[in-house]
């Protein structure tokens, strides 16, 4: 699913809820930032995403949202690694000089983003914000409120920036606006999100991560039995013990596996038959 989130933390929020209702198992957020540190032209890959202007203290601190005990939303290291890399191979490969947006040699940044309800055009109020959240590199208007709804709704986020203005200047030159988006910024995704696909494929670490989980959990339900044998399937059970590579931590007290099968026979039967008469 392709989705243009529209300006702003709510319409943003709106459009993340929308794509995940119509079955959306991630989001990777993608589009342009400010940042009075960085050069036009830089990739920003986020490492945790913020909100500036959430403050509901005395009752909170600030930056925390209520009810959730959280100030930011931590990107997975792993999808954060693909995007790294995707994103210097597109460097590499691709010759990015521009003179019309002064771009020569882009850089790629993992940091901290900050999202607000507001273009910040004003140096001043770059500072207090900047002064209040140190590790933020850049800021933007949606990248937070679409954390906070895939963490909420437990789907993976990542989040990737292309710096296109100076965050506190407001002058015409500082701003290169829709044309930069069009020539510069699209293109950048685009071929970023490419080498995703296709050189790094992160569509592979969704299966790989279900493997991880389900062994941890095979190995934890070993642990607290204290033995590797399932009184309904032992056979199927010893096949994904080995698959998984899962071996007890404890001798078990059990026994013979042949005697052991007999009795699984027996309890499944009486298992069923009571079932069955109760129904």
């Not at 699913?1 to 319409?11: E, M, Q, T």
């Not at 994103?87 to 590499?92: A, Q």
């Not at 900050?114 to 914000?129: H, M, P, V, W, Y």
């Not at 056979?235 to 009795?263: I, Y």
Request: aromatic residues 12%; negative net charge; contains cysteine.
């Amino acid at each position: 699913i392709i989705a243009f989130s529209r300006w702003g933390k709510v319409a943003s929020a709106i459009t993340a809820s929308q794509i995940i209702h119509f079955g959306a198992k991630e989001i990777i957020f993608a589009g342009v930032a400010g940042s009075p540190t960085l050069e036009v032209g830089d990739i920003v890959i986020g490492n945790n995403v913020w909100q500036h202007d959430m403050d509901a203290s005395p009752f909170f601190k600030p930056h925390e949202i209520p009810m959730i005990n959280k100030s930011s939303f931590e990107i997975d290291y792993e999808r954060r690694q693909l995007l790294l890399k995707s994103s210097i191979e597109f460097i590499k490969t691709t010759d990015l000089e521009n003179t019309k947006y002064k771009i020569k040699i882009p850089k790629v940044i993992v940091g901290d983003i900050a999202s607000g309800d507001a273009f910040l055009a004003n140096e001043n109020k770059t500072r207090e914000i900047m002064a209040r959240m140190p590790k933020v590199v850049c800021f933007e208007m949606e990248g937070g409120s679409v954390g906070q709804v895939c963490f909420e709704h437990n789907i993976p986020f990542s989040i990737i920036r292309i710096i296109s203005d100076k965050a506190g200047e407001s002058s015409p030159d500082a701003l290169f606006g829709f044309g930069f988006i069009k020539e510069v910024a699209s293109n950048y995704l685009l071929g970023i999100l490419k080498n995703l696909f296709t050189k790094f494929d992160i569509s592979e670490k969704t299966p790989i991560y279900c493997c991880d989980t389900a062994k941890n959990i095979l190995q934890e339900w070993i642990d607290k039995q204290s033995h590797d044998r399932c009184w309904y399937y032992p056979d199927l059970f010893k096949k994904l013990m080995s698959l998984f590579d899962v071996k007890p931590t404890k001798e078990p007290n059990l026994p013979l596996e042949e005697e052991f099968k007999n009795g699984c026979e027996r309890y499944r039967k009486e298992e069923y038959s009571e079932k069955e008469h109760c129904e």
